[in-house]
């Protein structure tokens, strides 16, 4: 009996899962299918870690799931050191100050980190998992059994399971759902960020500058000569603008001549070499799983930048489809079934959460302080609200 139990155990743990895409959601689920007794490897298409400078938020339980997986009091150790937050009118005179975690929505442990220090902290928790980068799937091709995966060299690999991590525009979703298994849905809301040399000054402080629906934020953190610029604004162009010069073209075109810096900020967009350009986009699906693969993060429940929760879910699913691939012992039907089932309702909310913000958050009318704080107030409660849609379910660890 005793031997059936330990070959059992050692079958177990070698379950070959391919994870694809290494960003939060994908390094996460390695950390835990390696924690639970499987046995993950991980591609990435890019050459190297893809990190970006612009700070992600981790809210609610998925702090209590960076505890568990022992990198919490690394996240604090590299926080972003915000003090204090501004907003200001059309001729830079303040209108709110806020301390820097209620400028951030934040609330107790929760935290804001760059993405980049977030990326290399759990890549560090991972270190003894296979990573390949430059590497991306060609094919893929299940049966009962297992999955065959054909990479862009040609070379075919057998898992018994692949979850894609690979993001909104996620080439694992489209490998395996048809295009009428999941609904991209565009707010028409873009954003650009870029870095540029402090010339405001700022001090481990962040301003924000509101008009005619059109936001505007720039901050310096632990480095006093750089800051980071971010703009967001609606439009109904309807189409993607894949050139870069095209790109920033629209922003000039849409903030030329809106008051405060924005003039300035927008000939530092145009020298910018670090230039990021997103619409945001929400991923619905009522299945994140077909056969033996599954979707984690963006790629199968994006629910935008805009509700600041894409960290956050990254981390709650990457947890709950290791674990419940643990407590099912391996069954990927019972496990896959139970993912969906726990998620929905938490991916729900904040999708609710992300479209809310898409119609609230650029403000119509002037500018008050009055409408600042209520904005702020309102965000706040919701995300605290999102933090009770789901009880974290407890996995032993693989022994």
Known sequence: MTFLFKEFKGVFKMKKVLVVGAGVAGLAVCYWL???GFSPTLIEKSNALRKGGYGVDIFGIAVDIAKKMSVYEKICAMRTQLEHGFYVNADGHTLVEEQGEKFGFRQGEEVEILRE??????????KDIPCHFNQRIKRIKQDGKHVEVTFKDNKTENYDLVIGADGVHSTTRAFTFDKEEYDLIDFGCYSAI???PN??????????FDANQKFISVSSDKNPTIALASLMFHSNRG?????????KSFFKDAFIDLGWETNNLLQYMEESNDFYFD??????????TKGRIALVGDSGYCSTALSGQGTTTALVGAYILAGELKAANGNHI??????NMLLHPFVEANQELGAWINETFLLEDAVSKEAVEART?????KISAISNVIKLPEYSAYK
């Open 334 to 339: 019972t496990a896959f079934e139970r993912y």
């Open 239 to 247: 189409d993607n603008i894949r050139n870069e010069k095209d790109q």
């Open 279 to 288: 619409v945001a986009i929400q991923i619905k699906m009522k299945s994140w």
């Open 34 to 36: 390696k924690e639970f």
């Open 117 to 126: 220090d977030l990326i290399e902290i759990l890549k560090q928790a991972i």
């Open 199 to 208: 010339y405001l000054k700022l001090r481990q402080s962040e301003i924000a």
């Open 194 to 196: 870029f870095s540029l």
């Open 377 to 381: 107030d309102n965000i706040i409660k």
